[in-house]
């Protein structure tokens, strides 16, 4: 027999031996005049609650014991569940720390570029304005030049309208009668001489 079998059967008989003892110290207790009966209905008892655990035991071992045994598996089944989460668990923490180390790597990358680009675009701006000041600098001589000419047209139109009309006061103050004379005849001579 199994060791676990030796310890049912001692178990049992040792309930059996409590029930017989307590049935001594009832008689003993006593003057002894237990009658027939009560010795039968008490053995008659021990008998049914002896045959009831033996049924029991009996027919109720195998899906007791299936039973906790399923409870045994569903609970190793659970505990191995939480061992892979438990490793699935600490293998994300650890991606996590590694990213979580990546990321002041990448943010100083981040802030380079960052500096970088504005590096490019500053000097695409001073570019862009030196270009745009060079223009607006050709424009403005362009503009001077023009305004230099007609400035100089503008003068010499004056220039030569101011010497007309000194000439003409010149000619007015100078003029004699017999000058005067001359003129005409020289102008006569002249349309005479066109037709």
């Known amino acids: 027999m199994k060791n676990g079998s030796w310890k049912k059967t001692g178990a049992a008989v040792l309930a059996l031996l409590m029930v017989l003892a307590f049935a001594a110290a009832a008689y003993a207790s006593g003057d002894g005049a237990i009658p027939r009966e009560k010795w039968l209905d008490l053995l008659w008892r021990t008998t049914n609650f002896v045959a009831l655990a033996f049924i029991l035991v009996f027919?109720?071992?195998?899906?007791?014991?299936?039973?906790l045994?399923?409870?045994?598996?569903?609970i190793k089944d659970q505990l191995e569940a939480l061992e892979s989460r438990k490793a699935e668990a600490e293998l994300m923490?650890?991606?996590a720390a590694a990213k979580l180390a990546r990321l002041d790597?990448?943010?100083?990358?981040?802030?380079?570029?960052?500096?970088?680009?504005?590096?490019?675009?500053?000097?695409?701006?001073?570019?862009?304005?030196?270009?745009?000041?060079?223009?607006?600098?050709?424009q403005a001589e362009m503009a001077v030049a023009h305004e230099l000419a007609l400035a100089k047209t503008r003068l010499k139109a004056e220039i030569a309208e101011q010497a007309v009309l000194l000439a003409?006061?010149?000619?007015k103050k100078n003029i004699q009668?017999?000058?005067?004379?001359r003129l005409v005849e020289l102008s006569l001579e002249k349309v005479g001489g066109i037709q």
């Open 168 to 171: 003409e006061e010149l000619v």
């Open 93 to 95: 923490y650890q991606e």
């Open 59 to 67: 027919f109720l071992k195998k899906p007791f014991a299936d039973g």
């Open 177 to 181: 009668p017999a000058d005067q004379s």
């Open 105 to 138: 790597e990448e943010v100083e990358g981040i802030i380079a570029e960052a500096v970088k680009q504005g590096e490019a675009e500053k000097e695409k701006i001073i570019a862009d304005a030196e270009r745009n000041a060079g223009d607006i600098q050709r």
């Open 69 to 74: 045994s399923a409870r045994r598996e569903g």
